[in-house]
């Protein structure tokens, strides 16, 4: 049953909101579809009701529209989209409509973008894990299934680059499963767009991605709702057919940003640099939909990638991610200066779920060992450079000297990788040629029989 | 009611002035569950706490005629409930509660019953539920009746002053955001343990006292909770995922059935109740999340039980306040929230504490509550307003998590009050002169963290021997005493007895190793024993187990042998 009343007592446009009077039973946080003056269409969502009046939200923004000729037909249920096998290979806006000029998708299902809120008690504990070809991740910061684990980056840094690296190289041990990544840009830019079109197509690996783009020069409320949109399909994916989905949602500092916009809008009372107070709330209702339920197959996992405005960690946008997540993957300027790609700053990165999903049962028995080790071994080295850089490297013992060559070939070696994706097994073993630049008897975290076995050879 | 405006989970209703404040509303053709927050001669204003989308100008909300309630009875415990108490759990779960209770009379009838009188018990696991006369009815027990008893059966009649009967069933209803009655408030006097070294030997927490645990994101307030969820001494569990991950609920749902109790060799599960409003829930649930959970956890203190209620995070339940708070246009206080933020958290964590009950017993509600300080920054109204209720600060530095020194309890930050309170039962029942031990430990840290300035500077070789040994001793008190490992089995979570036999060992290695530097022995040479592996070794063994005795006698012959 559809409302095919068309209001137009529009009575007040500012910002990305728009008032209009004279609506009578209208149910609360429907889309709304508006017909400008000139006949093109834009969306909206109900955000207030208060007798004959309602609040809209703009989503593509209330540029060109006038108070007098704008027309506004409310839906009478929330935004649903069409989901389908299809829709792999493809490119979608955020309403899920083909931007890739191959024509429409055939689909016999809709659903809600919100979704629904995951019972914890229905959700299975995350374990296994993905490989994402990237050295640091996998041994150090490994991805769970089901994991939500971002990236902090910062502007300039290649985190774009790694995105699409990983959305290249990632995959899932043996076949026991299909997997796919879902890929949703917000505000990216046209040439970076087009390169990982261009860079999928190249790769033969259309047939695992679906991209969702809301460009640089795309409404900017729109990117809003892209999010939900691309985990709508995940959720599709993974628990309606059983997929092991990999969500990449870049750049969500833009995200927060648009929703700072209507919050001002509105005149709500900001709590930190102007972000309203339902920030973590907000992306909680993004963040919170990656997972596993039990008793079906497939997972969601995320990466959500933001950029630190001025590299503050302590800003509200990574800092509410950092309270949702489950961990996170941090870049590093110094590292990316001194051409290291990927820049993983490994001492202030952590993957929370790490523990459950690798070791014996699924990489290898010493890996914990292994990450341990690597970790600690870095954060030690990282003071002898510093106390070298006061003292000298000639002041310091032959132990020492070890660490600093250590450190160095951890950084262009193993942290470096270019753009050749690893699989878990050359990434572990080019840990331990790492390791073995240094004596066995400073190798703690290990049983002597993981270092009888491993070590041994080029003692 | 008829809804003319609605704003998210807040509605405004035109309405004749009769509903209450604090009354329970349903609205909607969806019944969504509400409460009155204020009220005029025509309107009121009502929160949902449920999602709104749907709801249209015009439908009708009704008042329930009693304030927002929850169900206490047998049954609760093994559950996993909303922040409004309704069970999440369709399925069967491991902890269903059985439909039909055995209940056994304490009394007979003629006897004269009050408020809080154990009229008889059923089993509940392994505990007693003791099915207690509900708070205001008073009078002559007339009938009762053990055996079966079904939900809806009466267990016992009363015949009040007025003439009437009253009929007992097994469950009664509770306002939430009403503290139970009780006898009388008495003062703390035993330690609650949480099996932490760092807490319970350093910033020790009272049965029945207040404790708050700030840190930035990652720092580990979730697995300290969680921990004394596990291994603290209560016989009762209550631990509220309040704005936090699905998955860390997931995760205590896999664990805790798994896992004993190791007082008792039961299931942890059987001890445990679960409110769970995770960060895609409802918000207006989040906020009544807490109070559901202090009203669950004055009932079993009621039955003389010692309580522990635990919630992750307290931040989430004052950021949930705001939220409402700022759709109400309330004019805010320090960032964004409401002026009444203050008395709120008063509210909650004074309904903690050492009491004497209606029923004549003893019980406690030990409350900890995890704080989530934006940007890591303490100085933020939550972390600030909670320290002025709370007795036991437990900071999280971001630093020591970043260095992996878990739990990242900051000796420098953190603080207890309870120490004075805790002094004597310490010296009756552990004859262990503990102040003593504590504050020798605490001194051997500030040595060491004020050379490790001066190391900086000078570099350690040119530090004098004494001054070596005090920093190879900070290094034994934080690797071997202060981080504990919550993935390792042994290490996990530690009695009291093995608490202070660490702590002996390393204060006693200090003592003689100082005294042997003063015979001219070399630091050299106690920094190369054998011992000194051994005392960080020491946590990751068995207790009471022929290991550690071997161990720490060994210790103790090396440091004799010292020439
Ligand atoms: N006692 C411990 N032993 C071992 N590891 C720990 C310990 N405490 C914390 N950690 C590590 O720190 C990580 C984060 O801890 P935790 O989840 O408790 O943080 P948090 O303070 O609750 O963070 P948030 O505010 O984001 O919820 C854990 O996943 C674990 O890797
Ligand atoms: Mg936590």
Same mark, same amino acid.
Not at chain 1, 43 to 53: A, I
Not at chain 1, 412 to 424: D, L, N, S, V
């Given at each position: 049953m559809r409302y095919q009343i068309l209001y137009k007592n529009c009575e007040k446009i500012w910002g990305p909101l728009l008032a209009v009077r004279g609506v009578s039973d209208i149910p609360f946080g429907v889309f709304v579809r508006i017909t400008m003056p000139d006949g093109r269409k834009k969306?909206?969502?109900?955000?207030?009701?208060?007798?004959?009046?309602a609040l809209i939200q703009v989503f593509e923004g209330t540029k060109d529209l006038n108070a007098k000729d704008t027309r506004i037909r409310f839906d009478y249920e929330p935004f649903r989209i069409p989901v389908s096998a299809g829709m792999k290979g493809r490119i979608f806006d955020p309403y899920c409509r083909p931007r890739d000029g191959l024509g429409e998708i055939i689909s016999d299902e809709t659903r809600d973008i919100n979704g629904v809120p995951i019972n914890p008690v229905r959700r299975a504990y995350p374990r296994d894990y993905i490989e994402t070809g990237i050295s640091a991740v996998d041994s150090l910061i490994t991805l769970i299934r089901g994991q939500k684990l971002p990236i902090f980056s910062g502007s300039g840094l290649p985190h774009n680059e790694i995105a699409l690296e990983i959305a290249k190289n990632a995959k899932i041990k043996d076949s026991s499963g299909n997997f796919i990544v879902i890929f949703a840009a917000m505000g990216i830019k046209n040439d970076d767009a087009m390169k990982y079109y261009a860079s999928f197509e190249k790769e033969g690996k259309l047939d695992n991605v679906v991209l969702f783009f809301n460009l640089a020069d795309d409404p900017p409320m729109e990117r809003l709702i892209i999010p939900r949109t691309a985990l709508t399909v995940a959720e599709y994916f993974a628990f309606e057919l059983g997929y092991e989905v990999l969500v990449i949602l870049s750049d969500m500092t833009n995200y927060c940003e648009a929703l700072r916009e209507i919050s001002s809008a509105r005149s709500e009372v900001p709590s930190r640099k102007g972000y309203p107070g339902y920030l973590y709330s907000d992306l909680a209702s993004i963040y919170e939909r990656a997972g596993r339920i039990k008793g079906v197959k497939g997972s969601i996992s995320q990466i959500p990638i933001l950029t630190m405005p001025n590299d503050d960690i302590t800003h509200p946008v990574p800092d509410m991610t950092g309270y949702i997540t489950e961990g996170q993957i941090v870049l590093s300027r110094e590292l990316n200066i001194a051409g290291v790609f990927p820049p993983i700053d490994i001492l202030t990165s952590l993957s929370r779920l790490m523990k459950d999903g690798i070791g014996e049962k699924y990489t290898t028995p010493e890996h914990p060992h292994l990450a341990a080790q690597v970790y600690a071994s870095y954060a030690h080295a990282k003071n002898i450079r510093m106390i070298a850089n006061v003292i000298g490297e000639e002041e310091l013992s032959e132990t020492d000297r070890a660490y600093l060559r250590f450190a160095a070939s951890l950084e262009?070696?193993? %942290?470096?990788?270019?753009?050749?994706?690893?699989? %878990?097994d050359v990434t572990l073993m080019k840990a331990w040629e790492m390791l073995r630049i240094l004596p066995r008897k400073e190798l703690n975290k290990f049983t002597d029989k993981e270092l009888e076995e491993n070590y041994g050879g080029s003692r | 009611m008829k809804i003319y405006k609605i704003n998210g989970p807040i509605l405004k209703c035109h309405d004749d002035g009769s509903v209450k404040v604090k009354e329970m509303v349903e609205a909607g053709p969806g019944k969504l569950i509400g409460e009155v927050i204020d009220v005029s001669r025509s309107s009121a204003t009502v929160q949902i706490y449920d999602n709104t989308d749907g709801l249209k100008i015009g439908q009708d909300v009704y008042g329930k005629g009693r304030p927002l309630s929850i169900r206490l009875g047998p049954g609760l415990i093994g559950s996993i409930l909303s922040g409004l108490g309704i069970p999440l759990s369709t399925g069967p779960s491991p902890a269903a509660a059985p439909a039909v209770f055995n209940f056994s009379p304490a009394v007979t009838p003629e006897e004269k019953v009050f408020p809080g009188t154990v009229l008889g018990s059923v089993p509940e696991y392994g505990i007693k539920h003791c099915i207690m006369v509900p708070p205001g009815i008073t009078g002559d027990l007339v009938k009762i009746q053990g055996g079966p008893a079904a939900p809806g059966d009466t267990v016992a009649e009363i015949r009040t002053v007025s003439g009437a009967i009253e009929k007992i069933g097994l469950f009664h209803d509770w306002p939430v955001r009403e503290r139970r009655p009780f006898k009388e408030r008495l003062g703390i006097a035993e330690p609650f343990f949480s099996g932490q070294r760092v807490l319970d030997f350093i910033f020790p927490l009272g049965r029945g006292g207040c404790a708050a645990v700030p840190g930035g994101f990652g720092a580990g307030k979730t697995i300290i909770q969680h921990s004394i969820a596990k291994w603290g001494n209560a016989d009762i569990v209550i631990y509220i995922g309040c704005g936090e991950r699905g998955n860390e609920i997931a995760q205590i749902l896999e664990e805790f059935p798994e896992l004993n109790d190791p007082r008792t060799e039961r299931p942890?599960?059987?001890?445990?109740?679960?409110?769970?409003?995770?960060?895609?829930?409802?918000?207006?649930?989040?906020?009544?999340?807490?109070?559901?959970?202090?009203?669950?956890?004055?009932?079993?203190?009621?039955?003389?039980?010692?309580?522990?209620?635990?919630?992750?995070?307290?931040?989430?339940?004052?950021?949930?306040?705001?939220?409402?708070?700022?759709?109400?246009?309330?004019?805010?206080?320090?960032?964004?929230?409401?002026?009444?933020?203050?008395?709120?958290l008063a509210e909650y964590y004074e309904r903690a504490g050492n009491y004497l009950c209606l029923s004549g017993r003893k019980g406690t509600i030990t409350a900890i509550g995890a704080v989530s300080p934006q940007g890591g920054d303490f100085s933020e109204p939550v972390t600030q307003q909670t320290k002025r209720y709370i007795k036991s600060f437990w900071v999280l530095d971001k630093d020591l998590a970043s260095e992996r020194h878990f739990p990242a309890v900051s000796w420098n930050q953190s603080y207890s009050e309870y120490i004075p309170d805790l002094e004597g039962w310490w010296l009756d029942n552990s004859k262990t002169d503990w102040a003593f031990l504590r504050q020798k430990i605490k001194d051997i840290l500030q040595e060491a963290d004020h050379l490790e300035n001066i190391v900086k500077i000078v570099g350690f070789e040119s530090l004098p021997d004494k001054q070596k040994l005090s920093i190879l001793a900070g290094d034994l008190v934080k690797k071997g005493f202060l981080q504990q490992n919550s993935y390792d089995e042994n290490d996990a979570y530690c009695v009291i007895e093995k608490q202070i036999a660490i702590a002996r060992a390393i204060t006693d290695f200090y003592d003689t190793a100082s005294d042997k530097l003063k015979k001219s022995v070399s630091y050299y040479k106690i920094s190369g024993l054998p011992a000194i592996e051994k005392i960080v070794k020491l946590k990751f063994m068995k207790f009471p187990s022929d290991e550690i005795e071997n161990a720490l006698s060994s210790i103790r012959g090396e440091l004799i042998e010292l020439a």
């Open positions: 969306q909206g969502k109900v955000l207030q009701l208060e007798n004959d009046l262009k070696e193993f %942290i470096h990788q270019g753009t050749e994706g690893r699989t %878990i | 942890l599960m059987e001890r445990t109740i679960i409110i769970a409003n995770t960060s895609n829930m409802p918000v207006t649930a989040r906020e009544s999340s807490i109070y559901t959970g202090i009203t669950i956890a004055e009932y079993y203190r009621d039955m003389g039980y010692d309580v522990v209620i635990l919630a992750d995070s307290t931040s989430r339940w004052a950021e949930a306040l705001r939220e409402i708070s700022s759709r109400l246009e309330e004019i805010p206080a320090e960032e964004g929230y409401p002026a009444y933020l203050a008395s709120r």
